[in-house]
Antibody, heavy 120, light 108 residues
Framework: EVQLVESGGGLVQPGGSLRLSCAAS????????MHWVRQATGKGLEWVSA???????YYPGSVKGRFTISRENAKNSLYLQMNSLRAGDTAVYYC??????????????WGQGTLVTVSS | QSALTQPRSVSGSPGQSVTISCTGT?????????VSWYQQHPGKAPKLMIY???KRPSGVPDRFSGSKSGNTASLTISGLQAEDEADYYC????????FGTGTKVTVL
């Protein structure tokens, strides 16, 4: 059974840093691209970052330069280092596995999320 | 990329059908058959309901169906049931993922 378990969320002051983790199990972690998606309270889903199997990272403009995604295949773990945090980064952060082939791409499994609150 | 446009809410009585639209552009929804739909109950993680516009993962009831015409994708729930009351998000892959604004489905 595929499982993704996020941790590391909490309350942080504006300008501060936080590192999220996602522990994966039930599949060959090293064979899949992984993503972070966030959701502010009462709002929609927003793609935050992705990392390929070779460790190549991708970010939208809203977090580029502030967030760093990484993975440790030996530990079946995904990370998100968040720096220079702003109130607008307050959200539940989900990690998600991507299934992608030559004809198909989608996020098939999601964790339960971890809440990040940026406030003074 | 801008969020895909969905209606804020739709509603229907048990047994009825409801359809949720998802409008994007030729750069996302209209350009690729990589449209997926997610169901989210309050306080829960999103759950994949449809992928590749119209395919259902194992375990998803066949009352959920998807389609696409031009830059607009649609999710139809036939034979609405109480447990279908949730938020639904469309998603398009175009190098990165862009999500819809979300639709609340209410079962009357």
């Amino acid at each position: 059974e595929v499982q993704l378990v996020e941790s590391g969320g909490g309350l942080v002051q504006p300008g501060g840093s936080l590192r999220l983790s996602c522990a994966a199990s039930g599949f060959t972690f090293s064979s899949y691209d992984m993503h972070w998606v966030r959701q502010a309270t009462g709002k929609g889903l927003e793609w935050v970052s992705a990392i390929g199997t070779a460790g190549d990272p991708y970010y939208p403009g809203s977090v580029k330069g502030r967030f760093t995604i990484s993975r440790e295949n030996a530990k079946n773990s995904l990370y998100l280092q968040m720096n220079s945090l702003r109130a607008g980064d307050t959200a539940v952060y989900y990690c998600a596995r991507e299934y992608c082939s030559s004809t198909s791409c989608y996020l098939d499994y999601w964790g339960q999320g971890t809440l990040v609150t940026v406030s003074s | 990329q801008s969020a895909l446009t969905q209606p804020r809410s739709v509603s229907g009585s048990p047994g009825q059908s409801v359809t949720i639209s998802c409008t994007g552009t030729s750069s996302d929804v209209g350009g690729y058959n990589y449209v997926s739909w997610y169901q989210q109950h309050p306080g829960k993680a999103p759950k994949l309901m449809i992928y590749d516009v119209s395919k259902r993962p194992s375990g998803v009831p066949d009352r959920f169906s998807g389609s696409k015409s031009g830059n607009t994708a649609s999710l139809t729930i036939s034979g609405l049931q109480a447990e279908d009351e949730a938020d639904y998000y469309c998603c398009s892959y175009a190098g990165s993922y862009v999500f819809g604004t979300g639709t609340k489905v209410t079962v009357l």
